[in-house]
């Protein structure tokens, strides 16, 4: 079992930065993948980002390449997501998954950004 909390959400403005913050527990964090998803209102989930078990690798959704990075320290249990640039139309509900065998899914974190 694995459960997840998000934080660093909150309001800010356009251009501004922020770093979400997904907190595991269970000592096996490390052989999961981590992925960043994001939900607005109105709209389906969507993926946002993901790194790999190791951190090795990583990948984004072309509308946040460039803006957003995606982090792991295992050692803490901890995945982060830098929001850099932020624009509007990041304005979602964001969710980390943790994914091996099984999937689990943190409850999400706000993020507002405002023009």
């Known amino acids: 079992q694995v459960q997840l909390v998000e934080s660093g959400g909150g309001l800010v403005q356009a251009g501004g930065s922020l770093r979400l913050s997904c907190a595991a527990s269970g000592r096996t964090f490390s052989i999961y993948a981590v992925q960043w998803f994001r939900q607005a209102p109105g709209k389906e989930r969507e993926f946002v980002a993901r790194?790999?078990?190791?951190?090795?690798?990583?990948s984004y959704a072309d509308s946040v390449e460039g803006r957003f990075t995606v982090s792991r320290d295992n050692a803490k249990n901890t995945v982060y997501l830098q929001m850099n640039n932020l624009a509007p139309e990041d304005t979602a509900v964001y969710y980390c998954?943790?994914?091996?065998?099984?999937?689990?899914w943190g409850q999400g974190t706000q993020v507002t950004v405002s023009s």
């Open positions: 790194i790999s078990a190791s951190g090795g690798s990583t």
């Open positions: 998954n943790a994914r091996a065998s099984s999937s689990y």
